[in-house]
């Protein structure tokens, strides 16, 4: 007989890093993730007994994953709302991208700035080898990063500010940034040697810096700012694009 799949995800609160790996858990904390629910909702989406989801909601509560308030239109309704924050879940270990990072790092060793290079991305990736997606993460601390870039930049409109964040990026990462103003604006990098040189694994590779450009761009314009990277080196394309929503 098969083994069954098991997932388990990772969430930070105060108190720390906590594991879950209870599909209906991951279920409901899933659920909140998209904006507070009341219970009623929260059965209807699990489609689970009253009782086992009370049970589940005590534990997260308890845990301090989720919170219970008062609905303020019928104070006899309960409404849950996350106070923890998503970093990552096990995957299936993927390897050949993390040996052929390793391979780098051996050739790169007398060149100091591309054996750092290397270094960091073995780093990166070498989560995912021993079958962790850490993207959340990084993406976390990449808001951070930019939170504190963020104080180098003057510009406080969005145009202003993406030229501003283009320039930045060109004299730090050696390529060619472009801003891309339309119904929806996007930064587009090109000739990107480090991303260059990393092999196509079908998904994007840059979520660092995706984080960077939306801690910087909050921090800069006072609203909440998504980036996401539609083109990458990563997905067999020749450029870098991340699209960005205020």
Do not use: W
Not at 62 to 79: A, F, G, H, M, Y
Not at 140 to 162: Q, W, Y
Not at 163 to 184: K, N, Q, Y
Not at 236 to 243: A, I, K, N, V
Request: charged share 30%; proline share 4%; aromatic share 8%.
């Amino acid at each position: 007989m098969a083994k069954p799949e098991t997932k388990t995800e990772f969430f930070y609160t105060e108190r720390g890093l906590i594991a879950v790996d209870s599909p209906v858990k991951l279920q409901i904390l899933n659920f909140l993730r998209e904006e507070p629910k009341s219970f009623d909702e929260i059965v209807k989406c699990t489609a689970k007994a009253k009782s086992t989801i009370s049970v589940h909601l005590n534990n997260l509560r308890t845990c301090e994953l989720v919170e219970e308030n008062s609905d303020p239109e019928d104070r006899r309704k309960k409404i849950y709302s996350l106070t923890s924050q998503y970093m990552g879940c096990s995957q299936e270990p993927f390897l050949e991208h993390y040996r052929s990072l390793l391979k780098k790092v051996a050739e790169n060793g007398n060149d100091r700035f591309c054996f750092m290079e290397a270094l960091f991305h073995v780093l990166r990736f070498g989560f995912e080898a021993y079958g962790i997606d850490n993207a959340p993460v990084v993406r976390m601390i990449g808001r951070d990063i930019g939170k504190c870039l963020s104080a180098n930049f003057e510009s406080n409109t969005p145009e202003a500010l993406f030229r501003e964040i283009a320039t930045f990026m060109e004299f730090h990462g050696d390529c060619r940034v472009s801003v891309l103003m339309g119904d929806s604006p996007a930064l587009q990098v090109e000739d990107d040697f480090k991303a260059r040189v990393m092999p196509a694994i079908g998904k994007p590779l840059c979520v660092l810096r995706e984080g960077i450009l939306e801690g910087v761009l909050k921090e800069k314009l006072g609203k909440e700012c998504g980036v996401l990277e539609t083109e990458c080196y990563g997905t067999g394309h020749t450029r870098c694009l991340f699209e960005i929503t205020i």
